[in-house]
């Protein structure tokens, strides 16, 4: 079965740190793996995804993720968060029927 | 929104009322997608669908229908609303790659607020 873990539901950093947002992940075979962005009262936003090659994915927005496949994770970094980064991010794996199975969400919220 | 559009926006109905939601697009994408956004769950996968007349079931579809009539429309249908499926509803689509193999982005509509009373 497929499922998908964001072990916080709220992260707070300060504007200019870097921000971290995890994600872990059960699969069955290669992992397809998303982040997504929603800001108040939108939908969701695609920010970058890893499908396969380099660890390390950039995305939008500054955005770049790490893929471990022995940790089984998908952590989501931005090396210095702006305020207008604080948002609810999603973090998502698709199996090869094109399901799409998203975690619980993770608020950010950067502090001025 | 990637060409997507939900209708309605905002919808407040009775409990035992039939209620259908439509989500429209306009990127000729093969795959759509209706889940639901509640505290604590995240998104949730109601019903999806693969092509015209093509229909699969989500993780949480009891007491919900679709249908997919034409490649452009995605209607999901609450035959009798209860309580329990007031929510935020967000379509959504993503392409069918070439090769045949997973990996395309969904893009999402705005959502439809329900609320059912």
């Known amino acids: 079965a497929q499922s998908v873990a964001q072990p916080e539901d709220q992260v707070n950093v300060a504007e200019g740190n870097p921000l971290t947002v995890k994600c872990t992940y059960s699969?069955?075979?290669?992992?397809?793996l998303f982040w997504y962005v929603q800001y108040p009262n939108r939908g969701l936003q695609f920010l970058l995804k890893?499908?396969?090659?380099?660890?390390l994915v950039k995305g939008s927005y500054g955005f770049e993720a790490e893929f471990n496949k022995s940790q089984t994770s998908f952590h989501l970094k931005k090396p210095s968060a702006l305020v207008s980064d604080s948002a609810l991010y999603f973090c998502?794996?698709?199996?090869?029927?094109?399901?799409?199975?998203f975690g619980t969400g993770t608020s950010l919220t950067v502090i001025p | 929104d990637a060409g997507i559009t939900q209708s309605p926006r905002h919808k407040v109905t009775e409990t035992g009322t039939p209620v259908t939601l439509r989500c429209h697009q306009t990127?000729?994408?093969?795959?759509m997608y209706w889940y639901r956004q509640d505290p604590g769950h995240g998104l949730r996968l109601i019903h999806y669908?693969?092509?015209?007349?093509?229909?699969d079931k989500g993780e949480v579809s009891d007491g919900y229908s679709v249908s997919r009539s034409k490649t452009e429309d995605f209607l999901l249908t609450l035959e009798s609303a209860t309580s329990s499926q007031t929510s935020v509803y967000f379509c959504?689509?993503?392409?069918?790659?070439?090769?045949?193999?997973?990996?395309?982005?969904?893009?999402f509509g705005p959502g439809t607020r329900l609320t059912v009373l």
């Open positions: 959504a689509i993503s392409d069918n790659p070439r090769s045949g193999r997973a990996g395309n982005e969904q893009f």
């Open positions: 699969v069955s075979g290669n992992p397809y």
């Open positions: 890893y499908i396969t090659g380099d660890n």
């Open positions: 998502a794996v698709q199996n090869t029927g094109n399901q799409f199975y």
């Open positions: 990127e000729n994408h093969r795959y």
């Open positions: 669908s693969y092509g015209v007349k093509d229909t």
